[in-house]
């Protein structure tokens, strides 16, 4: 838990009014009240705001039973690696992102056999990749036969949340014959909170090493034990893989196509290309009014609405 004392203490001792955190925190009233009152955990995100509010460094606003929290789930993911641990190691699957460096870390600290590969998507941050190659040298790097824009052109669509298709061709053909070790966290998903540690599939078998771990949990094993990260998390990006990726919101992919727009352009480019052989059952050749139904995330019913605004 975060030391709610903190707040209450900051609030007597300038008298303030509870409504005063509201605007500074960009939380609401009923949040302030919760935050004031320990009822509720801030998010990694405004725990960083009540940290910069205090003017303190973030790790100080956390107890002691939190990171005796954070120890514990360490303990326990070195000796489920060690228990699943196969005779010619894991095959250990690196992003680049924060889960993965940890992941990473406790595999070393745990002394098991492991190999690491990075897919290379090609449409990651290239702030990201440089980071990869300047930390983890060493790290195996899958390229794909087909680029992403080629896979756009082959199947005659983007990727939706539903049809995913790019992670089945870029990432998941992956670790054939392997136990694959990888840094999903159940708090990121409904479907990822129904998984179990260890799975075994057709082709491979899977352990998520910190299925279990949330996010605070991440950043605090991060910034303790001083392990670097990749750098766009200080400005602005919440999550790290694919520009574009359907499984972001709607904001995010805004905010990740204005910082690249030679992915969108890309994506843009990869429909022209397959609608120029043949016209979209629905938009014909309208790329634009595609890519703004794309983005809405919308359902095909409300397709017309797009194609009559465009």
């Known amino acids: ?33 919760k935050l004031l009152t320990g009822h509720i955990t801030p998010s990694w995100k405004i725990a960083k705001r009540v940290a910069k509010f205090l003017k303190m460094d973030i790790t100080e606003i956390f107890d002691e039973e939190t990171y005796a929290t954070i120890d514990k789930k360490v303990e326990d993911a070195i000796r489920l690696m060690q228990h699943y641990e196969p005779e010619e190691g894991y095959f250990l699957a690196f992003s680049g992102g924060k889960d993965s460096v940890v992941l990473y870390d406790i595999a070393v600290k745990a002394g098991i ?32 036969k087909l680029s992403m824009f080629q896979l756009i052109e082959k199947h005659r669509m983007l990727p939706t949340r539903r049809i995913r298709y790019c992670c089945r061709y870029l990432k998941e053909t992956t670790a054939k014959g392997r136990v694959l070790l990888d840094g999903v966290r159940a708090s990121e998903s409904y479907t990822r909170s129904l998984y179990d540690r260890y799975n075994v599939r057709k082709d491979k078998e899977i352990l998520h090493g910190i299925l279990d771990w949330t996010e605070t949990e991440i950043w605090l094993y991060i910034i303790t034990r001083k392990l670097p990260y990749c750098k766009l998390y200080d400005e602005g990006f919440t999550r790290l893989g694919c520009i574009g990726c359907p499984m972001a919101t709607r904001k995010q992919r805004e905010f990740e196509f204005e910082r690249y727009p030679s992915i969108r352009e890309g994506f843009k480019r990869a429909l022209r290309n397959a609608y120029a052989k043949k016209p979209d059952i629905y938009f014909g050749t309208d790329i634009e009014a595609y890519f703004e139904w794309w983005m809405s995330e919308e359902s095909v019913d409300n397709i017309d609405k797009f194609k009559e605004d465009t």
């Open 1 to 33: 838990m975060y030391k709610k004392e903190l707040l209450q203490e900051y609030k007597i001792k300038n008298k303030l009014t509870r409504d005063y955190f509201c605007e500074p925190l960009d939380i609401s009233y009923s949040y302030a009240c």
């Open 113 to 144: 056999k492991f190999d690491v590969h990075y897919c290379n998507t090609q449409i990651d941050p290239p702030e990201l990749r440089l980071f990869i190659k300047k930390y983890y040298p060493d790290i195996d790097w899958i390229n794909p």
